[in-house]
């Protein structure tokens, strides 16, 4: 079992809506969760960062952590067609090494 | 946010050659850098952990004199793919900061 699940998609949607994206893990250790979003053939772009559970508003992303059931969501409101992208979860525990989950790739349909 | 360069961002060099790619962090010091492997529609994978002053740290499976790290100061680590064969042609990134790592653009690298 890989330490971070995460379904690779394509997830496609029409412009306007509202994406959610997920990841469940399994190390009890990791209290760092990030989101990243990527473009093709450009490095990850750091979206949200959160170490607590419970919910982070940015913008039209929305992060939420549930450290009792080990799953993580990102929500995209009102998406665009610009958030086609590949999202990356990324986790951590004390020592700093980041574990990525597969990444979801992301079609907004204008 | 803080800002990570990567140079160059991409390269095409004959088999048998060495290519070196650079990451710098631009308005921090960073004792701690990471290089990951990316093939395309896959995640990133670690490959080391560069260490300002030190050795680097390398995951299992990742070959130390193929890919040499080098992290002379606290704003510049290198990574020197050494004699290239195609089946090294990927997609490198580095990144600095932990836990909430932020990353260069990225380097494609192929080797004909």
């Known amino acids: 079992q890989k330490e971070v699940e995460q379904d690779p998609g394509p997830l496609s949607v029409p412009e306007g809506a509202i994406v959610s994206l997920n990841c469940t893990y399994s190390?009890?250790?990791?209290?760092?969760f990030m989101w990243y979003r990527q473009y093709s053939r450009k490095g990850p772009e750091l979206l949200m960062y959160t170490y607590s559970s419970g919910n982070k508003e940015d913008g039209r992303f929305t992060a939420q952590v549930d450290k009792s059931s080990k799953y993580i969501s990102l929500f995209i409101r009102d998406s665009q067609p610009s958030d086609s992208a590949t999202y990356l979860c990324?986790?951590?525990?004390?020592?700093?090494?980041?574990?990525f989950g597969a990444g979801t790739i992301l079609r907004v349909k204008s | 946010g803080a800002v990570v360069s990567q140079h160059p961002s991409w390269v095409i060099c004959k088999s048998g050659t060495s290519v070196k790619i650079e990451c710098r962090s631009l308005d921090f010091q960073a004792t701690t850098m990471f290089w990951y492997r990316q093939f395309p529609k896959q995640s990133l994978m670690l490959m080391a952990t560069s260490n300002e002053g030190s050795k680097a740290t390398y995951e299992q499976g990742v070959e130390k004199d193929k890919f040499l790290i080098n992290h002379a100061s606290l704003t510049l680590s290198t990574l020197t793919v050494t004699s290239a064969h195609p089946e090294d042609s990927s997609f490198y990134i580095c990144s600095a900061r932990a836990p909430r790592a932020f990353f260069g653009q990225g380097t494609r690298l192929t080797v004909v």
């Open positions: 990324a986790m951590s525990a004390e020592g700093n090494k980041l574990v």
């Open positions: 190390n009890s250790a990791f209290q760092y």
